[in-house]
Nanobody, 126 residues
Framework: QVQLVESGGGLVQAGGSLRLSCAFS????????MGWFRQAQGKEREFVAA???????AYENSVKGRFTISRDNAKNMVYLQMASLKAEDTAVYYC????????????????????WGQGTQVTVSS
């Protein structure tokens, strides 16, 4: 059974940086595309960034140029480096695993992800 555990969230001032980590276990990490979504209080979960099995990336428009997603297949880890954080980035951030076989596929759609972590809170103070 695939398990995902996020870490690295916290409280940061606007303009600051954080790096989120997601540890993958219980399966073959290289067989999954990975994504980060976030959910602010009272709002629906939204796409943030994704990385495909072969390293292709995609970002939601509001985080382009500020956030960077990466994966380390040797360590079964996916990361989200966040810079120039804004108050509107405040949310619970979730890591997801997408099992589709296409090597270059990146998914911005919540329903394409088969597994999710429990989330990590990111709070940006203005």
């Amino acid at each position: 059974q695939v398990q995902l555990v996020e870490s690295g969230g916290g409280l940061v001032q606007a303009g600051g940086s954080l790096r989120l980590s997601c540890a993958f276990s219980g399966g073959t990490f290289s067989s999954y595309a990975m994504g980060w979504f976030r959910q602010a209080q009272g709002k629906e979960r939204e796409f943030v960034a994704a990385v495909s099995r072969n390293g292709a990336t995609a970002y939601e428009n509001s985080v382009k140029g500020r956030f960077t997603i990466s994966r380390d297949n040797a360590k079964n880890m996916v990361y989200l480096q966040m810079a120039s954080l804004k108050a509107e980035d405040t949310a619970v951030y979730y890591c997801g695993a997408d099992p589709r076989p296409q090597a270059g596929a990146v998914a911005a759609t919540y329903s394409l992800y088969a597994y999710w972590g429990q989330g990590t809170q990111v709070t940006v103070s203005s």
